[in-house]
């Protein structure tokens, strides 16, 4: 509880908010030859399932478009 009150009181004084350690570390991740095929494998996943959304939804579209212009007198 203390340290939440300093915190708060040094951002309430007009001073800078403290630092926090990604904002200082400037080191890099370098990932194994398993880690990047897993994060590759991950990727395309990803985007098989947001293609199958986009396309349940275009499927759906078009039947409910599709019943409605059958129904349709001229």
Same mark, same amino acid.
């Given at each position: 509880?203390?340290? !939440?009150?300093?915190?708060?009181?040094?951002?309430?004084?007009?001073? %800078?908010?403290? !630092?926090?350690?990604? !904002?200082?570390?400037?080191?890099?991740?370098?990932?194994?030859?398993? !880690?990047?095929?897993?994060?590759?494998?991950?990727?395309?996943?990803? %985007?098989?399932?947001?293609?199958? @959304?986009? %396309?349940?939804? @275009?499927?759906?579209?078009?039947?409910?478009?599709?019943?409605?212009?059958?129904?349709?007198? @001229?």
């Amino acid at each position: 509880m203390s340290s !939440q009150t300093t915190q708060l009181s040094e951002l309430t004084d007009g001073s %800078a908010p403290p !630092q926090t350690k990604q !904002q200082t570390n400037n080191e890099t991740v370098v990932l194994t030859r398993e !880690q990047e095929k897993a994060r590759k494998m991950r990727n395309y996943l990803i %985007a098989a399932t947001l293609l199958g @959304f986009a %396309a349940l939804v @275009f499927i759906v579209t078009i039947v409910r478009l599709g019943e409605n212009v059958a129904d349709r007198t @001229f």
